[in-house]
């Protein structure tokens, strides 16, 4: 008997005014606003994901608009039309589920009864959930009372959908975007409940509850149902993990120091764990991206970087594109790992910005050397410049022992000048190399052993254009689209 009149948390819990609406602070602000001044539209729009109170506010709204002594934001909990319409007893308040009642003909009826005057409520309020489900010709059907409803008709409609909405029935609307919940609001919720349940839980727990919900109140009250009757009056972290497959916190961790240090060791131990424990990888995987966002956002913050966070942005997105593979593939420990390999690699690539700067700590501070660290790493000893800054070069002196690779292109200026004695070991050759995977483009310039030479006549420049290497020639004639004004002999004995 007991079990048949229980009601789950997420149907007790659910709130019974607005303040108690989680998360949801700007449209409980814009409908009471409307309320208070009269400005109450014939039709709105609750777009927002699963659990996040679309219909719960719906129902509130209806509430607040139909009471005895109303329209007002905050109702009684005494009054026997909000006790009705919450309960979903009101005969003018009309819930409909889009997903079962998306015909024309159904759309047909209640264009029809939507004519009549409400039995014993101000107004008559239609709340279609997943309203996005109707067909092309049922939303064609309701537009016209859309667009110019009786005085006593209101039009709540919800989804989680919103692009699959027609455009003539979003412009017809009020829309409210209603945000995922923060997970710090739901674990406060949870312990809320929890405490009025007389549930011992471990904050740890609740904290891997609210990263499971991915920001629906429903369905963090939901897992926490489940557990309730798992664990008892008692939950642990332990058993969230067990329950759901999901990996602890400190396994992460380790999995992200991994990743970073490109253990491919550890990386497989860790995974083999997961593998014989039955674990989510896909959810694992989520974590990890979880983790290394807020990596990066520390290191970002951080004045003393022990890792760029250039490296962590190229691991997110090796793991962002490896979801769908994970998720839907065949294997997915296989798939996973295949992940986290090319997370490994994705971090070890460097952008030439990084190079450059490795390059400038080794050179003194009082160096007359212009260096400018915001141009790929296609070739070495470069210097570009817009076009109307060739004059000047020209008039710029070049340091007796600089050689330099020189092109104009209208996007920006860098140049990188390297001198033969002074840092030839920390400039070496192989070591930007390197620093400079195989996603950067490399040219390897040809030995000569013949004296440098500067060339500015136009007829010789052409020809020596002819005589660069050809990748050399595309990048600068197709990416740069730059423009020669002089040719310089690189000798490779400086860069060595």
Same mark, same amino acid.
């Given at each position: 008997?007991?079990?048949?009149?229980?009601?789950v948390?997420?149907?007790?819990?659910?709130?019974?005014?607005? #303040?108690?609406?989680?998360?949801?602070?700007?449209? $409980?602000?814009?409908?009471?606003?409307? %309320?208070?001044?009269?400005? %109450?539209?014939?039709?709105?729009?609750?777009?927002?994901?699963?659990?996040?109170?679309?219909?719960?506010?719906?129902?509130?709204?209806?509430?607040?608009?139909?009471?005895?002594?109303?329209?007002?934001?905050?109702?009684?909990?005494?009054?026997?039309?909000?006790?009705? %319409?919450?309960?979903?007893?009101?005969?003018?308040?009309?819930?409909?589920?889009g997903?079962?009642?998306?015909?024309?003909?159904?759309?047909?009826?209640?264009?029809?009864?939507?004519?009549?005057?409400?039995?014993?409520?101000?107004?008559?309020?239609?709340?279609?959930?997943? $309203?996005?489900?109707?067909?092309?010709?049922?939303?064609?059907?309701?537009?016209k009372?859309?667009?110019?409803?009786?005085?006593?008709?209101?039009?709540?409609?919800?989804?989680?959908?919103?692009?699959?909405?027609?455009?003539?029935?979003?412009?017809?609307?009020?829309?409210?975007?209603?945000?995922?919940?923060?997970?710090?609001?739901?674990?406060?919720?949870?312990?809320?409940?929890?405490?009025?349940?007389?549930?011992?839980?471990?904050?740890?727990?609740? #904290?891997?509850?609210?990263?499971m919900?991915m920001?629906?109140?429903?369905?963090?009250?939901?897992?926490?149902?489940?557990?309730?009757?798992?664990?008892?009056?008692?939950?642990?972290?332990?058993?969230?993990?067990?329950?759901?497959?999901?990996?602890?916190?400190?396994?992460i961790?380790?999995?992200?120091?991994?990743?970073?240090?490109?253990?491919?060791?550890?990386?497989?131990?860790?995974?083999?764990?997961?593998?014989?424990?039955?674990?989510?990888?896909?959810?694992?995987?989520?974590?990890?991206?979880?983790?290394?966002?807020? #990596?990066?956002?520390?290191?970002?913050?951080?004045?003393?970087?022990?890792?760029?966070?250039?490296?962590?942005?190229?691991?997110?997105?090796?793991?962002?594109?490896?979801?769908?593979?994970?998720?839907?593939?065949?294997?997915?420990?296989?798939?996973?790992?295949?992940?986290?390999?090319?997370?490994?690699?994705?971090?070890?690539?460097?952008?030439?910005?990084?190079?450059?700067?490795?390059?400038?700590?080794? %050179?003194?501070?009082?160096?007359?050397?212009?260096?400018?660290?915001?141009?790929?790493?296609?070739?070495?000893?470069?210097?570009?410049?817009?076009?109307?800054?060739?004059?000047?070069?020209?008039?710029?002196?070049?340091?007796?022992?600089?050689?330099?690779?020189?092109?104009?292109?209208?996007?920006?200026?860098?140049?990188?000048d390297?001198?033969?004695?002074?840092?030839?070991?920390?400039? #070496?050759a192989?070591?930007?190399?390197?620093?400079?995977?195989?996603?950067?483009?490399?040219?390897?310039?040809?030995?000569?052993?013949?004296p440098?030479?500067?060339?500015?006549?136009?007829?010789?420049?052409?020809?020596?254009?002819?005589?660069?290497?050809?990748? $050399?020639?595309?990048?600068?004639?197709?990416?740069?689209?730059?423009?020669?004004?002089?040719?310089e002999?690189?000798?490779?004995?400086?860069?060595?």
């Open positions: 008997m007991k079990s048949d009149t229980y009601q948390i997420a149907r007790r819990w659910r709130p019974k005014q607005f #303040s108690e609406l989680i998360g949801q602070d700007h449209v $409980v602000r814009t409908l009471g606003n409307a %309320i208070e001044l009269g400005r %109450i539209a014939h039709a709105y729009l609750f777009v927002g994901p699963r659990g996040t109170g679309k219909t719960t506010s719906a129902r509130l709204f209806a509430k607040s608009l139909n009471w005895e002594d109303g329209p007002s934001l905050e109702v009684p909990d005494d009054s026997e039309i909000g006790q009705a %319409i919450m309960e979903g007893r009101c005969l003018d308040v009309i819930e409909i589920d997903a079962s009642n998306n015909s024309v003909e159904q759309v047909r009826d209640l264009r029809d009864e939507c004519q009549y005057a409400p039995s014993q409520c101000r107004f008559k309020i239609y709340v279609i959930d997943e $309203v996005h489900m109707l067909s092309q010709q049922a939303f064609n059907a309701l537009l009372t859309l667009e110019e409803p009786p005085p006593h008709v209101k039009f709540v409609f919800a989804t989680t959908e919103s692009h699959k909405v027609l455009p003539t029935i979003v412009s017809r609307c009020q829309r409210f975007e209603f945000r995922s919940i923060s997970a710090p609001l739901i674990v406060q919720k949870l312990s809320e409940i929890c405490v009025a349940e007389g549930i011992e839980v471990e904050e740890e727990a609740l #904290s891997a509850i609210a990263r919900a920001g629906g109140m429903r369905d963090a009250q939901s897992i926490l149902d489940q557990l309730i009757s798992f664990c008892g009056k008692t939950i642990k972290q332990g058993d969230v993990l067990e329950v759901y497959g999901l990996a602890a916190s400190e396994k961790a380790q999995l992200e120091q991994a990743v970073l240090s490109g253990s491919y060791e550890q990386i497989l131990q860790i995974t083999d764990e997961f593998s014989h424990d039955g674990l989510d990888f896909y959810r694992a995987l989520l974590d990890l991206s979880e983790k290394f966002r807020a #990596s990066l956002v520390d290191y970002l913050n951080s004045p003393q970087q022990s890792v760029a966070p250039e490296q962590i942005a190229r691991i997110l997105d090796e793991l962002r594109e490896g979801e769908a593979l994970v998720r839907s593939g065949l294997s997915e420990k296989a798939n996973f790992e295949v992940t986290l390999f090319r997370a490994v690699e994705a971090g070890k690539t460097r952008s030439i910005d990084h190079v450059i700067r490795r390059i400038s700590q080794v %050179i003194p501070k009082d160096s007359k050397k212009k260096t400018n660290l915001n141009y790929p790493s296609n070739v070495l000893n470069t210097r570009v410049l817009s076009s109307d800054k060739t004059e000047d070069l020209k008039k710029e002196p070049l340091p007796a022992n600089v050689r330099e690779y020189t092109t104009v292109s209208s996007d920006s200026e860098t140049r990188i390297l001198e033969p004695n002074q840092y030839s070991e920390q400039l #070496s192989t070591s930007l190399t390197d620093s400079i995977k195989t996603e950067d483009v490399q040219f390897i310039v040809p030995s000569n052993t013949e440098p030479l500067r060339v500015t006549d136009p007829e010789k420049i052409l020809d020596r254009i002819q005589s660069l290497p050809v990748e $050399v020639r595309e990048v600068i004639d197709e990416k740069f689209r730059g423009e020669y004004f002089a040719i002999r690189i000798d490779r004995n400086i860069l060595i």
